[in-house]
């Protein structure tokens, strides 16, 4: 059972341009949803992370959105950049275990 | 101030054999986590350890998989009698403290030939 779906699985985005990547749950139990960065070869960084009592979140040009009654979230990043290509995760955090979602494959193409 | 780090970075073990995954955690750090990544896939929770302590294996496979955090050393994932399902990037994260943002290493790439 997927708890974490993730959308979508690739994306591609023009430098300048908005890159969005969505993530819904199931389980209202999770009390904390970070964003993870993944490059190639690399393990998961923390890029962002909320809380599900903040409806929005922002750290320079990321920002999470959260729906706490569709129970959903979303990542924004905002003026995208070719550096920014990789692979991105959404997870949803109950105790100690996270639940990631599928993974995003972002292009930020010039 | 060095990260997690885990070791080795590439694994490669005939089916049958055994495979072990070092993970040192952050400096002060005392709990650890190991989760497995399939090809194409997100991250799966395996165990959850502190210092001598299992506190989860929820995610463990019931056998051949076994984990330990001694008192002294890296935190250790064991994989026996390996088949090929069992390829895999297994990452290891730790935190300070339960509830605290989990920091992960770079990974161990395991192939079954």
């Known amino acids: 059972q997927q708890q974490v779906k993730q959308s979508p699985q690739s994306l591609i985005v023009q430098k300048g341009g908005i890159s969005i990547i969505n993530c819904a749950y199931e389980?209202?139990?999770?009390?904390?949803f970070p964003w993870y960065q993944q490059f190639p070869g690399k393990g998961p960084a923390l890029l962002i992370a909320?809380?599900?009592?903040?409806s929005e979140k922002k750290e320079g040009r990321f920002t999470i959105s959260f729906n706490k009654s569709a129970k959903q979230f979303s990542l924004h990043i905002m003026d995208s950049q070719p550096g920014d290509s990789a692979t991105y995760f959404c997870?949803?955090?109950?105790?100690?275990?996270?639940?990631f979602g599928t993974g995003t494959q972002l292009k930020v193409e010039l | 101030n060095a990260g997690v780090m885990q070791n080795p970075r590439h694994l490669v073990r005939r089916r049958g054999q055994e495979a072990r995954l070092r993970c040192s955690p952050m400096?002060?750090?005392?709990?650890v986590y190991w989760y497995r990544q399939l090809p194409e896939e997100g991250l799966k929770f395996m165990v959850y350890?502190?210092?001598?302590?299992?506190?989860?294996e929820s995610g463990m496979p019931k056998e051949r998989f076994s984990a330990e955090f001694p008192k002294e050393g890296p935190s250790i994932l064991r994989i026996q009698q390996v088949v090929r399902g069992d390829s895999a990037a297994y990452f290891c994260?730790?935190?300070?403290?339960?509830?605290?943002?989990?920091?992960f290493g770079p990974g161990t790439r395991l192939t079954v030939t």
């Open positions: 400096k002060g750090h005392s709990h």
């Open positions: 997870a949803a955090r109950r105790g100690n275990k996270l639940t």
């Open positions: 350890l502190q210092k001598e302590n299992i506190i989860d």
């Open positions: 909320i809380r599900p009592d903040v």
């Open positions: 994260a730790s935190s300070p403290s339960a509830g605290h943002e989990q920091y």
């Open positions: 389980n209202t139990a999770f009390d904390y």
